[in-house]
């Protein structure tokens, strides 16, 4: 059983910055694939960003790409969303999610088997 709290979330004004931080417990982490995603209010859970079990590969969401950077620290066992150039559309709550039967980065929420709580994340204007 993997357990995923994220933390980090806040308010900020656009074009500021935060930094999204999600610890893992169970399981062998080093061995999953990481994703981050967000939700909005009246909208789909959407992909954000995944980074491969080694690290060496990651993948976002167009909409994010150039200013979000996802990272991950298998000492730690946390992975992590660099948010920068934040834009009101960003407000959503942003979920982790572990793969823990492939090590490729993927965008459907369905390849992931575990998620965290949710971290709020608000952007004002």
């Known amino acids: 059983q993997v357990q995923l709290v994220e933390s980090g979330g806040g308010l900020v004004q656009a074009g500021g910055s935060l930094r999204l931080s999600c610890a893992a417990s169970?399981?062998?982490?080093?061995?999953?694939?990481m994703g981050w995603f967000r939700q909005a209010p009246g909208k789909d859970r959407e992909f954000v960003a995944a980074?491969?079990?080694?690290?060496?590969?990651?993948y976002y969401a167009d909409s994010v790409k150039g200013r979000f950077t996802i990272s991950r620290d298998d000492i730690r066992k946390t992975v992590n969303l660099q948010m920068n150039s934040l834009k009101r559309e960003d407000t959503a709550v942003y979920y982790c999610?572990?793969?823990?039967?492939?090590?490729?980065?993927?965008?459907?929420?369905?390849?992931?088997?575990?998620w965290g709580q949710g971290t709020q994340v608000t952007v004002s204007s």
């Open positions: 980074i491969s079990w080694s690290g060496a590969s990651t």
């Open positions: 169970g399981g062998t982490f080093s061995n999953y694939a």
């Open positions: 999610a572990a793969d823990t039967t492939g090590r490729s980065t993927k965008r459907y929420a369905y390849d992931y088997a575990y």
